[in-house]
Protein backbone atom coordinates (compact mmCIF):
# COMPACT_ATOMS: atom_id res chain seq x y z
CA UNK A 1 0.00 0.00 0.00
CA UNK A 2 1.29 3.49 -1.00
CA UNK A 3 0.48 5.69 2.39
CA UNK A 4 -0.76 9.55 2.29
CA UNK A 5 -1.34 10.11 5.80
CA UNK A 6 -3.39 13.58 6.28
CA UNK A 7 -6.06 12.77 8.87
CA UNK A 8 -3.35 12.47 11.79
CA UNK A 9 -1.94 15.96 10.36
CA UNK A 10 -4.78 17.62 12.26
CA UNK A 11 -5.00 19.02 15.60
CA UNK A 12 -5.63 15.92 17.64
CA UNK A 13 -8.55 17.28 19.13
CA UNK A 14 -10.12 16.08 16.33
CA UNK A 15 -9.54 12.40 17.14
CA UNK A 16 -8.53 10.03 19.45
CA UNK A 17 -5.77 7.49 18.72
CA UNK A 18 -5.99 3.84 19.67
CA UNK A 19 -5.71 -0.05 18.33
CA UNK A 20 -8.81 -1.87 17.72
CA UNK A 21 -10.02 -4.48 19.46
CA UNK A 22 -10.11 -7.87 17.84
CA UNK A 23 -12.73 -10.48 18.05
CA UNK A 24 -12.29 -13.93 19.39
CA UNK A 25 -12.13 -16.29 16.86
CA UNK A 26 -12.44 -14.17 13.59
CA UNK A 27 -13.03 -16.38 10.50
CA UNK A 28 -13.16 -15.23 7.17
CA UNK A 29 -16.39 -14.00 5.29
CA UNK A 30 -15.54 -12.57 1.99
CA UNK A 31 -13.10 -10.57 0.18
CA UNK A 32 -13.32 -8.32 -2.63
CA UNK A 33 -10.21 -9.03 -4.11
CA UNK A 34 -11.05 -6.47 -7.28
CA UNK A 35 -11.44 -3.67 -4.99
CA UNK A 36 -7.85 -4.82 -3.32
CA UNK A 37 -5.95 -5.12 -6.39
CA UNK A 38 -7.31 -1.02 -7.04
CA UNK A 39 -6.13 -0.13 -3.73
CA UNK A 40 -3.03 -1.22 -5.13
CA UNK A 41 -3.01 -3.54 -2.22
CA UNK A 42 0.48 -6.16 -2.77
CA UNK A 43 0.14 -9.89 -2.57
CA UNK A 44 1.07 -9.44 0.65
CA UNK A 45 -1.20 -7.59 1.98
CA UNK A 46 -3.76 -9.68 0.06
CA UNK A 47 -2.79 -12.69 1.67
CA UNK A 48 -3.88 -11.40 5.13
CA UNK A 49 -6.71 -9.24 4.64
CA UNK A 50 -8.31 -11.72 7.41
CA UNK A 51 -5.92 -10.03 10.03
CA UNK A 52 -6.59 -6.45 8.48
CA UNK A 53 -10.00 -6.93 8.27
CA UNK A 54 -10.50 -8.23 11.96
CA UNK A 55 -8.20 -5.30 13.47
CA UNK A 56 -5.33 -7.62 14.25
CA UNK A 57 -3.26 -5.62 12.00
CA UNK A 58 -2.33 -2.49 11.79
CA UNK A 59 0.12 -0.12 9.73
CA UNK A 60 3.12 1.50 11.76
CA UNK A 61 2.49 4.49 8.39
CA UNK A 62 -0.93 5.19 10.10
CA UNK A 63 -1.94 4.90 13.79
CA UNK A 64 -5.21 3.71 14.10
CA UNK A 65 -7.75 7.11 15.45
CA UNK A 66 -11.41 7.81 15.83
CA UNK A 67 -12.69 10.70 14.72
CA UNK A 68 -15.13 13.31 16.90
CA UNK A 69 -17.58 14.96 15.50
CA UNK A 70 -21.33 15.55 15.98
CA UNK A 71 -25.00 15.83 14.24
CA UNK A 72 -28.67 16.61 14.29
CA UNK A 73 -30.14 12.81 14.47
CA UNK A 74 -33.96 13.26 12.92
CA UNK A 75 -34.06 16.47 13.18
CA UNK A 76 -32.62 17.44 16.54
CA UNK A 77 -29.24 18.12 17.67
CA UNK A 78 -27.82 14.67 19.02
CA UNK A 79 -24.76 16.63 20.43
CA UNK A 80 -21.03 15.32 20.58
CA UNK A 81 -21.49 11.84 18.25
CA UNK A 82 -18.29 10.30 16.84
CA UNK A 83 -16.65 7.10 15.93
CA UNK A 84 -18.09 4.93 18.52
CA UNK A 85 -16.95 1.64 16.83
CA UNK A 86 -14.72 2.17 14.03
CA UNK A 87 -11.57 3.55 13.71
CA UNK A 88 -10.03 4.81 10.66
CA UNK A 89 -6.43 2.41 10.30
CA UNK A 90 -5.21 3.91 6.65
CA UNK A 91 -4.95 6.28 4.18
CA UNK A 92 -3.79 5.16 1.47
CA UNK A 93 -3.94 5.98 -2.87
CA UNK A 94 -5.20 4.21 -5.19
CA UNK A 95 -4.33 3.57 -8.82
CA UNK A 96 -6.08 6.73 -9.90
CA UNK A 97 -3.58 8.40 -7.00
CA UNK A 98 -7.00 9.05 -5.16
CA UNK A 99 -6.67 9.36 -1.54
CA UNK A 100 -9.17 6.32 -0.24
CA UNK A 101 -9.90 5.95 3.83
CA UNK A 102 -10.11 2.68 5.26
CA UNK A 103 -12.32 2.35 8.41
CA UNK A 104 -12.60 -0.60 10.41
CA UNK A 105 -16.07 -0.98 11.77
CA UNK A 106 -16.79 -3.21 14.86
CA UNK A 107 -13.17 -2.43 15.69
CA UNK A 108 -14.25 -2.14 19.70
CA UNK A 109 -14.89 0.84 22.79
CA UNK A 110 -13.94 4.33 21.83
CA UNK A 111 -14.01 7.59 23.54
CA UNK A 112 -17.34 8.13 21.72
CA UNK A 113 -18.86 4.97 21.79
CA UNK A 114 -21.84 6.28 24.37
CA UNK A 115 -23.91 3.63 25.27
CA UNK A 116 -23.34 1.18 22.50
CA UNK A 117 -20.89 -1.32 22.87
CA UNK A 118 -18.25 -1.07 19.97
CA UNK A 119 -19.14 -3.78 18.14
CA UNK A 120 -21.10 -4.94 14.59
CA UNK A 121 -23.31 -7.70 13.97
CA UNK A 122 -22.55 -10.15 11.41
CA UNK A 123 -26.27 -9.20 10.09
CA UNK A 124 -25.59 -5.50 9.51
CA UNK A 125 -22.06 -5.99 8.20
CA UNK A 126 -22.94 -8.32 5.56
CA UNK A 127 -25.91 -5.40 4.44
CA UNK A 128 -23.49 -2.80 4.27
CA UNK A 129 -20.81 -4.68 2.36
CA UNK A 130 -23.47 -6.22 -0.18
CA UNK A 131 -25.37 -2.32 -0.21
CA UNK A 132 -22.14 -0.79 -0.65
CA UNK A 133 -21.30 -3.16 -3.97
CA UNK A 134 -24.28 -2.93 -4.96
CA UNK A 135 -24.41 0.80 -5.38
CA UNK A 136 -20.73 1.14 -6.77
CA UNK A 137 -21.78 -1.03 -9.60
CA UNK A 138 -24.67 1.02 -10.29
CA UNK A 139 -22.22 3.79 -10.78
CA UNK A 140 -23.50 5.77 -7.55
CA UNK A 141 -20.50 6.82 -5.56
CA UNK A 142 -20.49 5.54 -2.24
CA UNK A 143 -18.20 3.68 0.62
CA UNK A 144 -17.30 0.00 -0.66
CA UNK A 145 -15.53 -2.44 1.54
CA UNK A 146 -12.10 -4.78 0.94
CA UNK A 147 -13.52 -7.21 2.92
CA UNK A 148 -15.69 -8.34 6.13
CA UNK A 149 -14.56 -11.20 8.99
CA UNK A 150 -17.46 -12.67 11.14
CA UNK A 151 -15.99 -14.40 14.55
CA UNK A 152 -17.15 -16.95 17.05
CA UNK A 153 -17.70 -14.09 19.59
CA UNK A 154 -21.36 -13.08 20.56
CA UNK A 155 -22.63 -9.37 20.78
CA UNK A 156 -25.82 -8.56 22.10
CA UNK A 157 -28.53 -6.83 20.40
CA UNK A 158 -32.30 -7.93 20.83
CA UNK A 159 -31.40 -11.20 20.98
CA UNK A 160 -27.19 -12.10 21.08
CA UNK A 161 -26.02 -12.18 17.09
CA UNK A 162 -22.35 -13.40 15.74
CA UNK A 163 -19.74 -10.41 16.01
CA UNK A 164 -18.34 -9.25 12.73
CA UNK A 165 -15.97 -6.60 11.53
CA UNK A 166 -15.74 -4.89 8.19
CA UNK A 167 -12.87 -2.92 6.26
CA UNK A 168 -14.67 0.11 4.71
CA UNK A 169 -13.44 1.81 2.19
CA UNK A 170 -14.40 5.58 1.42
CA UNK A 171 -13.23 8.75 -0.63
CA UNK A 172 -13.98 10.78 2.67
CA UNK A 173 -14.81 10.43 6.16
CA UNK A 174 -15.66 13.78 6.79
CA UNK A 175 -19.04 14.48 7.56
CA UNK A 176 -21.22 17.90 7.71
CA UNK A 177 -21.20 16.70 11.42
CA UNK A 178 -17.86 17.76 12.00
CA UNK A 179 -18.26 21.10 11.09
CA UNK A 180 -20.81 21.20 13.77
CA UNK A 181 -18.54 19.40 16.79
CA UNK A 182 -15.99 21.95 15.50
CA UNK A 183 -18.41 24.98 15.60
CA UNK A 184 -20.24 24.27 19.14
CA UNK A 185 -17.09 22.79 20.82
CA UNK A 186 -13.63 23.79 19.28
CA UNK A 187 -14.53 26.86 16.96
CA UNK A 188 -10.73 27.66 16.74
CA UNK A 189 -10.37 24.83 14.54
CA UNK A 190 -12.78 25.51 12.34
CA UNK A 191 -10.72 27.63 9.78
CA UNK A 192 -7.43 25.40 9.10
CA UNK A 193 -9.96 22.20 9.16
CA UNK A 194 -11.78 23.78 6.28
CA UNK A 195 -8.83 24.91 4.50
CA UNK A 196 -7.47 21.32 4.68
CA UNK A 197 -11.26 19.63 4.08
CA UNK A 198 -10.61 22.85 0.57
CA UNK A 199 -7.11 21.40 -0.08
CA UNK A 200 -7.79 17.47 0.36
CA UNK A 201 -11.15 17.48 -1.41
CA UNK A 202 -11.52 20.66 -3.56
CA UNK A 203 -8.60 21.82 -4.59
CA UNK A 204 -10.07 23.74 -7.63
CA UNK A 205 -11.95 25.73 -5.02
CA UNK A 206 -8.71 27.67 -4.06
CA UNK A 207 -8.49 29.86 -6.93
CA UNK A 208 -11.95 30.86 -6.66
CA UNK A 209 -12.32 34.88 -5.07
CA UNK A 210 -13.97 33.72 -2.29
CA UNK A 211 -12.94 29.93 -1.79
CA UNK A 212 -15.11 28.96 1.29
CA UNK A 213 -18.53 30.01 -0.93
CA UNK A 214 -17.04 28.01 -3.58
CA UNK A 215 -16.70 25.19 -1.57
CA UNK A 216 -19.96 25.47 -0.03
CA UNK A 217 -21.46 25.01 -3.67
CA UNK A 218 -19.58 22.26 -4.84
CA UNK A 219 -20.55 20.27 -1.21
CA UNK A 220 -24.52 21.14 -2.26
CA UNK A 221 -24.30 20.26 -5.62
CA UNK A 222 -22.97 16.72 -4.83
CA UNK A 223 -25.45 15.75 -2.34
CA UNK A 224 -27.82 16.81 -4.39
CA UNK A 225 -26.77 14.60 -7.37
CA UNK A 226 -26.28 11.87 -5.20
CA UNK A 227 -29.64 11.93 -3.79
CA UNK A 228 -30.76 12.04 -7.34
CA UNK A 229 -28.83 8.95 -7.97
CA UNK A 230 -30.77 7.51 -5.53
CA UNK A 231 -34.12 8.13 -6.12
CA UNK A 232 -33.39 6.94 -9.54
CA UNK A 233 -32.46 3.51 -8.55
CA UNK A 234 -35.10 3.27 -5.55
CA UNK A 235 -32.22 3.52 -2.60
CA UNK A 236 -33.28 4.45 0.82
CA UNK A 237 -30.68 5.80 2.58
CA UNK A 238 -32.83 5.46 5.89
CA UNK A 239 -31.03 7.70 8.41
CA UNK A 240 -29.88 10.54 6.83
CA UNK A 241 -28.43 12.57 9.76
CA UNK A 242 -26.08 15.33 9.37
CA UNK A 243 -23.11 12.69 10.87
CA UNK A 244 -24.25 10.22 8.16
CA UNK A 245 -23.78 12.91 5.37
CA UNK A 246 -19.92 13.41 3.83
CA UNK A 247 -18.64 16.43 2.45
CA UNK A 248 -17.70 14.61 -1.33
CA UNK A 249 -21.58 13.40 -1.84
CA UNK A 250 -20.71 9.60 -1.47
CA UNK A 251 -23.03 7.98 -0.02
CA UNK A 252 -21.95 6.93 3.68
CA UNK A 253 -23.23 4.73 6.86
CA UNK A 254 -25.21 2.01 5.23
CA UNK A 255 -28.17 1.16 8.39
CA UNK A 256 -31.51 0.51 7.84
CA UNK A 257 -31.15 1.22 3.93
CA UNK A 258 -33.31 -0.44 1.52
CA UNK A 259 -33.96 -0.78 -2.39
CA UNK A 260 -37.70 0.01 -2.94
CA UNK A 261 -39.35 -2.37 -4.46
CA UNK A 262 -43.23 -1.97 -5.39
CA UNK A 263 -43.29 1.73 -6.04
CA UNK A 264 -44.21 3.74 -2.90
CA UNK A 265 -42.88 7.03 -2.56
CA UNK A 266 -44.20 7.45 1.06
CA UNK A 267 -41.89 4.34 1.68
CA UNK A 268 -39.81 3.98 4.84
CA UNK A 269 -37.52 1.29 5.26
CA UNK A 270 -36.69 2.08 8.41
CA UNK A 271 -38.77 1.26 11.34
CA UNK A 272 -36.99 2.90 13.87
CA UNK A 273 -38.45 6.01 12.06
CA UNK A 274 -41.96 6.43 13.41
CA UNK A 275 -42.74 9.37 11.98
CA UNK A 276 -41.43 8.97 8.13
CA UNK A 277 -38.86 11.66 8.20
CA UNK A 278 -36.63 9.28 5.92
CA UNK A 279 -39.05 8.16 3.32
CA UNK A 280 -38.23 7.51 0.02
CA UNK A 281 -39.96 10.80 -1.71
CA UNK A 282 -38.23 12.66 1.29
CA UNK A 283 -34.69 12.34 0.60
CA UNK A 284 -34.36 15.44 -1.99
CA UNK A 285 -35.94 17.78 1.32
CA UNK A 286 -34.19 16.20 3.81
CA UNK A 287 -30.63 16.37 2.34
CA UNK A 288 -31.39 20.57 1.68
CA UNK A 289 -32.43 20.27 5.55
CA UNK A 290 -29.18 19.05 6.35
CA UNK A 291 -27.46 21.43 3.93
CA UNK A 292 -28.87 24.50 5.33
CA UNK A 293 -27.89 23.29 8.88
CA UNK A 294 -24.54 22.87 7.51
CA UNK A 295 -23.89 26.25 6.17
CA UNK A 296 -25.01 27.81 9.34
CA UNK A 297 -21.38 26.41 10.77
CA UNK A 298 -19.93 28.36 7.82
CA UNK A 299 -20.87 32.01 9.24
CA UNK A 300 -18.06 32.23 11.32
CA UNK A 301 -15.76 31.86 8.65
CA UNK A 302 -16.71 35.74 7.46
CA UNK A 303 -13.46 37.12 5.74
CA UNK A 304 -12.08 39.87 7.18
CA UNK A 305 -13.77 43.18 5.78
CA UNK A 306 -16.64 41.18 4.52
CA UNK A 307 -19.94 42.52 5.24
CA UNK A 308 -21.33 39.55 7.78
CA UNK A 309 -25.19 40.52 7.20
CA UNK A 310 -23.68 40.21 3.11
CA UNK A 311 -21.63 36.85 4.22
CA UNK A 312 -24.76 35.17 5.30
CA UNK A 313 -27.11 36.40 2.48
CA UNK A 314 -24.19 34.93 0.17
CA UNK A 315 -24.15 31.42 2.23
CA UNK A 316 -27.96 31.22 1.73
CA UNK A 317 -27.10 32.00 -1.56
CA UNK A 318 -24.87 28.73 -2.08
CA UNK A 319 -28.17 26.48 -1.29
CA UNK A 320 -30.21 27.52 -4.01
CA UNK A 321 -28.27 25.80 -6.23
CA UNK A 322 -29.59 22.42 -4.61
CA UNK A 323 -33.13 22.02 -6.49
CA UNK A 324 -31.92 23.01 -9.83
CA UNK A 325 -28.97 20.61 -9.73
CA UNK A 326 -30.93 18.16 -8.22
CA UNK A 327 -34.15 18.13 -10.84
CA UNK A 328 -31.73 18.42 -13.85
CA UNK A 329 -29.89 14.91 -12.64
CA UNK A 330 -33.17 13.60 -12.02
CA UNK A 331 -35.12 14.59 -15.05
CA UNK A 332 -32.13 13.89 -16.80
CA UNK A 333 -32.03 10.68 -15.83
CA UNK A 334 -35.26 9.65 -15.83
CA UNK A 335 -35.57 10.43 -19.34
CA UNK A 336 -32.73 7.92 -19.93
CA UNK A 337 -34.31 5.36 -17.92
CA UNK A 338 -37.28 6.15 -19.90
CA UNK A 339 -35.91 5.70 -23.35
CA UNK A 340 -37.17 9.87 -23.88
CA UNK A 341 -35.34 12.48 -24.88
CA UNK A 342 -34.51 14.55 -22.24
CA UNK A 343 -34.53 17.86 -24.26
CA UNK A 344 -38.37 17.14 -25.12
CA UNK A 345 -40.41 19.05 -23.65
CA UNK A 346 -43.48 16.43 -22.96
CA UNK A 347 -40.64 13.49 -21.56
CA UNK A 348 -41.22 14.51 -17.89
CA UNK A 349 -44.75 14.60 -17.62
CA UNK A 350 -44.68 11.41 -19.67
CA UNK A 351 -42.46 9.81 -16.79
CA UNK A 352 -44.49 10.90 -13.96
CA UNK A 353 -47.43 9.17 -16.04
CA UNK A 354 -45.34 6.25 -16.23
CA UNK A 355 -44.69 6.55 -12.35
CA UNK A 356 -48.23 7.32 -11.30
CA UNK A 357 -49.02 3.98 -13.17
CA UNK A 358 -46.56 2.43 -10.75
CA UNK A 359 -47.79 3.53 -7.80
CA UNK A 360 -51.38 2.97 -8.25
CA UNK A 361 -50.74 -0.41 -9.74
CA UNK A 362 -48.23 -1.25 -6.93
CA UNK A 363 -45.74 -2.36 -9.60
CA UNK A 364 -42.28 -3.60 -8.88
CA UNK A 365 -39.96 -0.31 -9.82
CA UNK A 366 -36.65 -1.85 -11.00
CA UNK A 367 -38.74 -4.70 -12.92
CA UNK A 368 -41.40 -2.52 -14.39
CA UNK A 369 -38.27 -0.58 -16.47
CA UNK A 370 -36.89 -3.70 -17.63
CA UNK A 371 -40.35 -4.34 -19.19
CA UNK A 372 -40.38 -0.55 -20.71
CA UNK A 373 -36.87 -1.31 -22.19
CA UNK A 374 -37.90 -4.70 -23.33
CA UNK A 375 -41.10 -3.30 -25.17
CA UNK A 376 -42.82 -5.94 -23.24
CA UNK A 377 -45.91 -3.52 -23.26
CA UNK A 378 -48.30 -6.18 -22.63
CA UNK A 379 -46.73 -7.67 -19.59
CA UNK A 380 -47.15 -4.12 -18.08
CA UNK A 381 -51.38 -3.68 -19.59
CA UNK A 382 -51.49 -7.05 -18.06
CA UNK A 383 -50.41 -5.78 -14.63
CA UNK A 384 -52.78 -3.45 -14.75
CA UNK A 385 -55.86 -3.02 -13.11
CA UNK A 386 -56.53 0.63 -15.21
CA UNK A 387 -55.78 -0.13 -18.35
CA UNK A 388 -57.18 2.66 -20.09
CA UNK A 389 -55.19 4.41 -17.68
CA UNK A 390 -51.98 2.29 -18.85
CA UNK A 391 -52.86 2.91 -22.74
CA UNK A 392 -53.10 6.27 -22.54
CA UNK A 393 -49.45 6.81 -21.24
CA UNK A 394 -48.63 4.18 -23.54
CA UNK A 395 -49.83 6.50 -26.46
CA UNK A 396 -48.07 9.17 -25.55
CA UNK A 397 -44.91 7.52 -25.02
CA UNK A 398 -44.72 6.45 -28.59
CA UNK A 399 -45.73 10.11 -29.49
CA UNK A 400 -42.74 11.38 -28.01
CA UNK A 401 -40.35 8.77 -29.29
CA UNK A 402 -41.53 9.16 -32.97
CA UNK A 403 -39.00 10.54 -34.99
CA UNK A 404 -36.09 9.65 -32.39
CA UNK A 405 -33.16 8.06 -32.57
CA UNK A 406 -34.27 5.33 -31.04
CA UNK A 407 -31.98 2.82 -31.55
CA UNK A 408 -29.71 5.55 -29.28
CA UNK A 409 -32.34 5.73 -26.40
CA UNK A 410 -32.98 2.16 -26.50
CA UNK A 411 -29.33 1.63 -25.87
CA UNK A 412 -29.10 3.84 -22.90
CA UNK A 413 -31.62 2.65 -21.31
CA UNK A 414 -29.83 -0.75 -21.37
CA UNK A 415 -27.18 1.16 -19.93
CA UNK A 416 -28.56 2.59 -17.03
CA UNK A 417 -31.81 -0.05 -15.99
CA UNK A 418 -30.50 -2.32 -13.56
CA UNK A 419 -32.11 -6.08 -13.80
CA UNK A 420 -30.78 -6.52 -10.43
CA UNK A 421 -31.16 -4.27 -7.30
CA UNK A 422 -30.30 -5.46 -3.60
CA UNK A 423 -33.60 -6.73 -2.58
CA UNK A 424 -33.68 -6.85 1.12
CA UNK A 425 -34.52 -10.87 1.04
CA UNK A 426 -32.40 -11.45 -0.83
CA UNK A 427 -29.80 -10.57 1.90
CA UNK A 428 -31.58 -11.88 4.37
CA UNK A 429 -31.14 -15.04 3.08
CA UNK A 430 -27.60 -14.11 2.83
CA UNK A 431 -27.64 -13.46 6.46
CA UNK A 432 -29.53 -16.55 7.53
CA UNK A 433 -26.68 -19.41 5.68
CA UNK A 434 -23.49 -17.23 6.69
CA UNK A 435 -24.95 -17.11 10.30
CA UNK A 436 -24.57 -21.01 9.48
CA UNK A 437 -20.85 -20.33 8.30
CA UNK A 438 -22.32 -20.60 4.59
CA UNK A 439 -20.97 -17.59 2.96
CA UNK A 440 -21.83 -19.07 -0.85
CA UNK A 441 -25.43 -16.75 -1.27
CA UNK A 442 -22.97 -13.79 -0.18
CA UNK A 443 -20.37 -14.88 -3.18
CA UNK A 444 -23.84 -15.42 -5.57
CA UNK A 445 -25.29 -11.85 -4.66
CA UNK A 446 -21.44 -10.08 -4.94
CA UNK A 447 -21.36 -11.63 -8.56
CA UNK A 448 -25.14 -11.03 -9.23
CA UNK A 449 -24.63 -7.21 -8.21
CA UNK A 450 -21.17 -6.92 -9.94
CA UNK A 451 -22.71 -6.57 -13.44
CA UNK A 452 -26.49 -5.05 -12.53
CA UNK A 453 -27.14 -3.71 -16.04
CA UNK A 454 -26.39 -7.47 -17.96
CA UNK A 455 -29.00 -10.55 -16.97
CA UNK A 456 -27.21 -13.35 -15.63
CA UNK A 457 -29.62 -16.32 -16.33
CA UNK A 458 -26.81 -18.87 -14.79
CA UNK A 459 -26.71 -16.97 -11.32
CA UNK A 460 -30.17 -15.23 -11.10
CA UNK A 461 -33.18 -16.71 -8.89
CA UNK A 462 -36.65 -15.80 -9.00
CA UNK A 463 -36.41 -14.40 -5.97
CA UNK A 464 -34.30 -11.75 -7.48
CA UNK A 465 -36.75 -10.52 -9.76
CA UNK A 466 -39.62 -10.03 -7.65
CA UNK A 467 -40.93 -8.84 -4.51
CA UNK A 468 -42.10 -11.14 -2.12
CA UNK A 469 -45.90 -12.51 -2.15
CA UNK A 470 -48.56 -9.52 -1.06
CA UNK A 471 -49.03 -12.23 1.83
CA UNK A 472 -45.49 -12.29 3.27
CA UNK A 473 -44.90 -9.59 5.57
CA UNK A 474 -42.25 -7.20 4.54
CA UNK A 475 -39.14 -7.31 6.28
CA UNK A 476 -38.59 -5.36 9.38
CA UNK A 477 -35.39 -3.21 8.56
CA UNK A 478 -34.27 -0.69 11.93
CA UNK A 479 -31.21 0.88 13.49
CA UNK A 480 -30.33 -2.07 15.17
CA UNK A 481 -26.43 -2.97 13.80
Not at 39 to 51: F, G, R, Y
Not at 191 to 201: A, G, M, R, V
Request: net charge negative; aromatic share 10%; hydrophobic share 35%.
Amino acid sequence: MQFNSRYPTLNPKLYHQQDPSPLHGAKAGHFNQALAEQLNWSEQDQAAWVEICSGQKTFAEFPPLAMVYAGHQFGQWAGQLGDGRGLLIAQILDKNNQTIDLHLKGAGLTPYSRMGDGRAVLRSTIREYLAGHALNSLGIPASNAVGFTSSDQGVQREKLERGAMLLRTSDCHIRLGHFEWINQYQADLLPEFTQKCIEWHYPECLSAEQPILAFATRVIQRTAVMISHWQLVGFAHGVMNTDNLNITGSTLDFGPFGFMERFRPHWINNHSDHQGRYAYQNQPSMGHWNLWQWLNNLVPLCPEGYDKEQWKQDLAACLEHFEPTFLEHYKFGLAEKMGLPSFHKDSFDCAMAFLRILQSEQLDYTQSFIRLQNQDYTALLDDCLDRRQFESFLSQYHSIREHQDIEALNQRMTEVNPHYILRNHMAQKAIELAEGNDFSEVERLFKLLSTPFSQQPELERAEDLAPLPSDQPELVVSCSS
